[in-house]
């Protein structure tokens, strides 16, 4: 069975860090990239950053560009988002999301909160 | 960088009723990379419809995704109380793989 776990979100002060982290089951992302999308209050979808098959190339939206690192463990089961010179904007829900055959999600977490203080 | 626009906003409708959400691209989807995403208050996205037309699995057949190049369309036959959502689409055949706003079905 898919399932994927984040954990890391918390409260962080404007120009802080965090590091997020993405547990997934059931595959590895030797054969499956994943995503970062976020979502902030009341707002719609964001695709933030994916790690392609493999667990090595990185992808980045704008908005991450500069600021965010993705990377995988050894393992190819773990995720990470490090968020670093993090902005009130950035405050969202974010999840992670297993890509398909093609880089549409088809399993996802269930997303968590990082609000960040201004 | 493509665009996703959404309409309606928002839908009233009944149970029972159908519903019919369109989904406008700036520039052509290639390969017609075009999905659909539920979202319920609370709830991460579920992936209803993927390459436009497809329905993912477990997926009930009063869905239905079509449309190629610049629009597409989610239909929802018959709604069901666990219908009312808001959808998404998401083209993921250029980089970035843009979302769209979103649009409300709600109970009339």
């Known amino acids: 069975e898919v399932q994927l776990l984040e954990s890391g979100g918390g409260v962080v002060q404007a120009g802080g860090s965090l590091r997020l982290s993405c547990a997934v089951s059931g595959f590895t992302f030797i054969n499956y990239a994943v995503s970062w999308v976020r979502q902030a209050p009341g707002k719609g979808l964001e695709w933030v950053s994916a790690?392609?098959?493999?667990?090595?190339?990185?992808h980045y939206a704008d908005i991450a560009k500069g600021r965010f690192t993705i990377f995988g463990d050894n393992s190819k089961t773990t995720l990470f988002l490090q968020m670093n010179s993090l902005r009130a904007e950035d405050t969202a829900i974010y999840y992670c999301a297993k890509e398909g055959d093609h880089p549409y999600f088809d399993y996802w977490g269930q997303g968590i909160l990082v609000t960040v203080s201004s | 960088e493509m665009v996703l626009t959404q309409s309606p906003g928002t839908l009233s409708l009944s149970p029972g009723e159908r519903a019919t959400l369109s989904c406008r691209a700036s520039?052509?989807?290639?390969?017609?990379?075009l999905g659909w995403y539920q979202q319920k208050p609370g709830q991460a996205p579920r992936l209803i419809i993927y390459a436009a037309s497809t329905r993912a699995t477990g997926i009930p057949d009063r869905f239905s995704g079509s449309g190629s190049g610049t629009d597409f369309t989610l239909t929802i036959n018959r709604l069901e109380p666990e219908d009312f959502a808001v959808y998404y689409c998401?083209?993921?055949?250029?980089?970035?793989?843009?979302f769209g706003g979103g649009a409300k079905v709600e109970v009339k």
């Open positions: 790690i392609g098959r493999g667990g090595v190339i990185p």
């Open positions: 998401q083209q993921y055949g250029s980089a970035p793989h843009a």
């Open positions: 520039q052509s989807v290639n390969n017609n990379f």
